[in-house]
């Protein structure tokens, strides 16, 4: 199973993007993110919480369509999947 | 009617929409919610554009680290209000418009009144707060809202017409923290052209308007990319209405 994850912007600068993952059958978006994220502490800090839950204004999309937190952690990724992950940016 | 001075002006873009067009955007209103480092090119290139009423809201201060990206202002503006700076700058670049600069936080209690009959909402502001303010109002007037938003060499943009497309809320239910955000002004420069073309398009009513997804540039890439945004169904903003239902809340 082969699947993509796009970080964006600040996560993008601390984790790279379009990054080729090769999951275990049943990963979960939850746990693919954090497995991708945790090879670089700055990075997965700007993403999960200190209980390994995303910040709240994280966005997350699997295929187009944006995954509620609360299910991200059941939501298993599937062959060919594209997660997007994504922070709002506030500047004016 | 368009006098032969404002033909004379507008003649390279009246090739592109003739008369109709250019008197679309004379009679049109539009709202900026600030006047930095987005309100500055977006109410630029609507003034230069001929879009005859623009209303521009800011509490502000030029200061001296806003020169890097708000292009409105120059050093000689340091210490003046933003909103006194931007009524000269418009006024000076197109005579023939109509510029209402408001020195005033936009709150709860008088952001309907300031947006009065605009026919859109440019968000140009840089903290999410205000900017689901200006997402309920433009949902409550039926009228579009143009976001923006920077960072660094970052910057996302989108076009939300309520009641068809995601709402703000559909598409960042949730503030990101507040910062001190680093910024080129080559950034706010992309965004900011890219809601002033929203505007005239919508104005305009022609071209496929930014909806239902979300432009994103990445300068230090050179890269433009989009992602696609959907309608949340129990979205607290924009979740009871229907474009059937004449866009209002139900």
Redesign the interface.
């Known amino acids: 199973m082969i699947v993509k994850v796009r970080f964006f912007a600040r996560f993008r600068e601390l984790l790279g993007t379009d990054i080729p993952a090769e999951p275990e059958n049943g990963a979960t978006l939850l746990s693919l993110v954090r497995a991708l994220a945790g090879k670089k502490k700055e990075g997965y800090d700007a993403i999960f919480d200190e209980h390994g839950n995303f910040h709240e204004f994280v966005i997350v999309m699997r295929n187009g369509k944006r995954v509620e937190h609360g299910d991200a952690g059941t939501v298993k990724v599937a062959d060919g999947d594209e997660i997007a992950v994504f922070p709002p940016v506030a500047g004016g | 009617m368009l006098s032969e001075r404002e033909r004379e002006r507008y003649k390279r873009q009246m090739m592109l929409f003739g008369d109709d067009g250019q008197e679309r955007l004379k009679n049109a209103h539009i709202f900026v919610a600030?006047a930095?480092?987005?309100?500055s090119p977006v109410s630029l290139y609507l003034a230069v554009a001929g879009v005859g009423t623009i209303t521009i809201v800011d509490m502000d201060v030029v200061d001296q680290s806003n020169l890097n990206r708000q292009i409105l202002h120059n050093d000689r503006d340091i210490g003046k209000k933003k909103t006194v700076s931007a009524a000269e700058k418009l006024i000076a670049i197109n005579p023939d418009i109509t510029i209402h600069a408001i020195d005033i936080r936009i709150d709860e209690g008088n952001a309907a009144r300031l947006i009065g009959n605009a026919d859109g909402i440019v968000?140009?502001?840089?903290?999410?707060p205000i900017r689901y303010l200006l997402n309920d109002s433009a949902i409550k007037k039926e009228i579009p809202l143009f976001h923006?938003?920077?960072?660094?060499f970052?910057?996302?943009a989108t076009t939300i017409i309520p009641g068809k497309t995601p709402c703000l809320k559909c598409?960042?239910p949730?503030?990101?923290?507040?910062?001190v955000?680093p910024?080129i002004g080559a950034t706010?420069g992309v965004i900011g052209t890219v809601q002033a073309t929203e505007v005239i398009k919508f104005l305009l009513g022609s071209g496929d308007l930014l909806t239902n997804r979300i432009f994103?540039w990445?300068g230090?890439?050179g890269r433009a990319?989009e992602?696609?945004?959907?309608r949340?169904p129990c979205c607290p903003a924009c979740g009871g209405i229907t474009p059937e239902k004449g866009g209002k809340k139900q």
Not at chain 2, 123 to 128: K, L, S, T
Not at chain 2, 227 to 230: L, N, R, T
């Open positions: 600030g930095g480092g987005l309100g968000d140009a502001m840089d903290n999410y923006g938003a920077i960072r660094g970052y910057g996302q598409i960042f949730k503030a990101p923290p507040k910062e955000f910024v706010p994103i990445d230090m890439a990319e992602i696609h945004a959907e949340i």
